[in-house]
C-alpha cells in the first residue's frame, strides 16, 4: 500500500481554498441560465469537477471568472446535447430564450418595522425576477454577471467569450427589454394600457438596481464593488 500523493493533496487543498468562496456565484448563474434549482446543483458539480480535472492550467489570474466560464460552458454543453436530442435542431444561444425561474431572496434590507414597504419591496423583487427569467439567454446571463455578481466589462467578456463592447452592448439592450417586460407586467396587473417605449427607457434606471436583489448567494454575503 503506497502513501497519499503530497502533491495531489496539497494542489486539492489550494483548489478547495480558491473554488469555494466563489460557490454560491456559482450556483447563482447556474441557476439563472439553467431555470432548475436541480440542473444548477448538477451543473455546479460538473463544473467544479471540470475545475478541478484541468486545475493544473489555471494561471492565477482572476478565478471567479475562470470558474464561472467553466460553469457556463458546462451549462451550455448540456443544453446543447438536450436541444439537439429532443428535436434535432443545433442549438443556437444567440436567439434562444430559456424560461425559467430565478433565485429570489425576501427583501431583508428593508426598514425593520416597515410590513408595507417590505411588502411593496417584495412585490417589486417579483416583478423583476420573473421579467428577467423571460429574457434570451445572451441578455439575461450579461444582466446577471453584471447586476447580480459586481463582475466588470473585462471579467463578463472572459466569461461569454464576446468582445467588451459587445458585453455592453447586451447589457443596454438586456436593461431596456428588462424594464420594458416590468413596465408591461405592472401595466396587466394593474389594468393600465400597454406601455411605451420611452416608459421602458425612463423606468430602465430604477429597474437594474432592484435585478441585484433577485440573488441569494449561499452564504448570506455580498461582494463588493467592480471596477471597469
Same mark, same amino acid.
Not at 186 to 200: F, L, M, N
Given at each position: 500500500m503506497t502513501d497519499a500523493d503530497p502533491s495531489g493533496a496539497a494542489a486539492s487543498g489550494r483548489? #478547495?481554498?480558491?473554488?469555494?468562496?466563489?460557490? /454560491? !456565484? +456559482?450556483?447563482?448563474?447556474?441557476?439563472? $441560465?439553467?431555470?432548475?434549482?436541480s440542473d444548477a446543483d448538477d451543473i455546479v458539480q460538473e463544473a467544479y469537477l471540470r475545475a478541478l480535472r484541468f486545475f493544473d492550467g489555471f494561471r492565477g489570474e482572476n478565478a471567479r471568472a475562470w470558474l464561472l466560464a467553466i460553469v457556463r460552458n458546462t451549462w451550455l454543453t448540456e443544453w446543447r446535447r438536450r436541444s439537439d436530442a429532443a428535436d434535432g435542431t443545433?442549438?443556437?444561444?444567440?436567439?434562444?430564450?430559456?424560461?425559467? #425561474?430565478?433565485?429570489?431572496?425576501?427583501?431583508? /434590507? !428593508? +426598514?425593520?418595522?416597515?410590513?408595507?414597504? $417590505?411588502?411593496?419591496r417584495r412585490d417589486e423583487c417579483a416583478l423583476v425576477r420573473d421579467a428577467l427569467a423571460t429574457l434570451p439567454v445572451v441578455y439575461r446571463e450579461v444582466l446577471v454577471l453584471r447586476e447580480m455578481e459586481d463582475m466588470s466589462y473585462r471579467e463578463i467578456e472572459t466569461i461569454v467569450g464576446v468582445p467588451a463592447g459587445t458585453v455592453m452592448s447586451r447589457l443596454a439592450r438586456g436593461r431596456q427589454m428588462l424594464a420594458a417586460a416590468v413596465l408591461a407586467?405592472?401595466?396587466?396587473?394593474?389594468?393600465?394600457?400597454?406601455?411605451?417605449?420611452?416608459?421602458?427607457?425612463?423606468?430602465?434606471?430604477?429597474?437594474?438596481?432592484?435585478?441585484?436583489?433577485t440573488r441569494l448567494p449561499l452564504d448570506g454575503t455580498r461582494r463588493g464593488g467592480r471596477d471597469e
Open positions: 483548489f #478547495e481554498a480558491l473554488a469555494l468562496p466563489h460557490l /454560491d !456565484a +456559482a450556483y447563482n448563474l447556474a441557476r439563472w $441560465l439553467s431555470g432548475s434549482a443545433p442549438f443556437d444561444e444567440s436567439t434562444h430564450g430559456l424560461h425559467g #425561474e430565478g433565485h429570489l431572496p425576501g427583501w431583508d /434590507d !428593508a +426598514a425593520p418595522g416597515d410590513p408595507e414597504m $417590505l411588502a411593496v407586467a405592472r401595466a396587466t396587473r394593474g389594468g393600465q394600457e400597454t406601455p411605451t417605449s420611452g416608459d421602458a427607457r425612463s423606468t430602465s434606471a430604477q429597474v437594474t438596481p432592484l435585478a441585484r436583489h
